[in-house]
């Protein structure tokens, strides 16, 4: 099948390196902004001789961001070209409306590289919802959060040293806000939701919590309660509302998430299968490597529609998912409810009783309005 690459930045090069060994694909054509084009490379600005191409049947998008990524993915649909992309905002906002599209087309509109590296999780989860009614889906969805909390955690480094080497290695941006503010495994989250409940919920209007405060104090809580911090994220269905939730997360020694060495771990939860998770190890393409998956699964017509017909968007909550904190502030202190505070290098720490996470999360950003800082974790069950 032959394909025409969408973007030609880290992603889009490794894309084509994978492309050249597999038997079933070629590269045809690689779009590039205007300037840049090569026709010894196949590297073109006309996307309209890409999609007037009757041979190329499958474009791969890796530029990101909105536009022109969205135009350019619904007329490729139009032209019944199978789509694929990494792009996590697109997916998030336009794929019930492309996925749609592509059903009436009769072609694949698959985005399993923009959540789980090269984990097969969305497709995971989009075959287990033929058989089986999912409850929760969630896990760590960030490899770059990961890596800083072993480094700190295992190690006894400090945050900036972790997320520098972290980014001297590759495993973070150099604007690593996206990661460490929690907004990278809240889109991967959403991705989740709406293959798994056909429900997506904004990025806007959900209850996100990063793991940009942490401070060797709170490290220090961890150890001497022999617990380890992980930054997860958590959906699920209650009495016809989705529940979302992404925040740092205590976990025991039995849980799988204790010895996380690198990577993902990510889950999903239906009556008849239980809780089912899936691993993988930091890889140097993971993402492309799903991108050809996709492309693979397209040329050999086993696709079916990743997003459920009837998917929409919907406002979240997360006042259905109660459990106690560990909350350290810096600065002015919560009156209500009244908690034992106890003294240390970075303000004072507690632990709440059961709370729901809104609430938590609404108080966090009071008292950052305040002036204070402050870091809060959910504890174990």
């Known amino acids: 099948m032959k394909v025409a690459l969408l973007g030609y930045g880290t992603i889009g090069k490794d894309t084509a390196a994978l492309i050249e060994a597999c038997p079933a694909l070629e ?6 902004r205007p300037g840049k084009e090569n026709a010894a490379e196949k590297k073109t600005s006309d996307y309209e001789a890409i999609l007037a191409d009757p041979e190329i049947a499958a474009v791969a998008e890796a530029m990101g961001g909105l536009e022109p990524a969205y ?4 007329a490729a ?3 019944k070209k199978h789509v694929v992309t990494a792009n996590k905002q697109l997916v998030s906002v336009h794929g019930p409306e492309l996925a749609r599209l592509a059903e009436e087309q009769g072609v694949a509109f698959l985005f399993n ?5 090269g984990l097969p999780y969305l497709t995971s989860i989009a075959d287990a919802r033929q058989s089986d009614r999912l409850e929760q889906v969630g896990g760590v969805l960030n490899g770059t959060t990961n890596f800083i909390l072993n480094a700190v955690q295992l190690k006894g480094g400090d945050f900036d040293s972790a997320l520098k080497e972290a980014q001297r290695r590759g495993f973070a941006e150099l604007d690593p806000s996206d990661d460490i503010e929690g907004r990278d495994t809240a889109r991967k989250c959403i991705l989740a939701c709406g293959v798994a409940f056909g429900r997506l919920p904004p990025e806007q209007e959900m209850a996100i919590e990063g793991i940009a405060s942490l401070h060797p104090a709170d490290v220090e809580f961890f150890h001497s309660r022999g617990l380890r911090c992980r930054l997860t994220a958590r959906a699920g269905l209650a009495e016809g509302f989705l529940n979302v939730c992404v925040q740092p997360t205590l976990v025991t020694e039995d849980d799988p998430l204790y010895n996380l060495p690198g990577g993902s771990l990510v889950w999903y939860q239906g009556v008849g299968s239980g809780r089912v998770h899936m691993t993988a190890r930091a890889a140097h393409n993971p993402t ?7 492309l693979t699964t397209a040329a050999q017509g086993r696709h079916f529609p990743m997003l459920p017909t009837d998917s929409r968007l ?4 997360a006042d259905g998912m109660v459990c106690s904190y560990y909350l ?3 600065g002015q202190l919560p009156q209500e409810p009244v908690w034992v505070w106890h003294p240390c290098d970075a303000g004072s720490w507690c632990e709440t009783g059961p709370l729901p996470a809104a ?12 002036g204070s800082e402050v870091f809060f974790a959910a504890l174990p069950d």
């Open 27 to 32: 590269v045809a054509q690689i779009y590039v």
């Open 71 to 74: 135009s350019m993915l619904k």
């Open 77 to 79: 649909l139009l032209q």
């Open 113 to 117: 590289a923009s959540c789980g590296g």
């Open 288 to 294: 492309a490597s799903a991108m050809v998956r996709d």
């Open 314 to 317: 919907v406002t979240p909550r």
């Open 328 to 330: 350290r502030v810096n």
């Open 359 to 370: 609430d938590v999360h609404r108080m966090a950003q009071a008292l950052r309005r305040e």
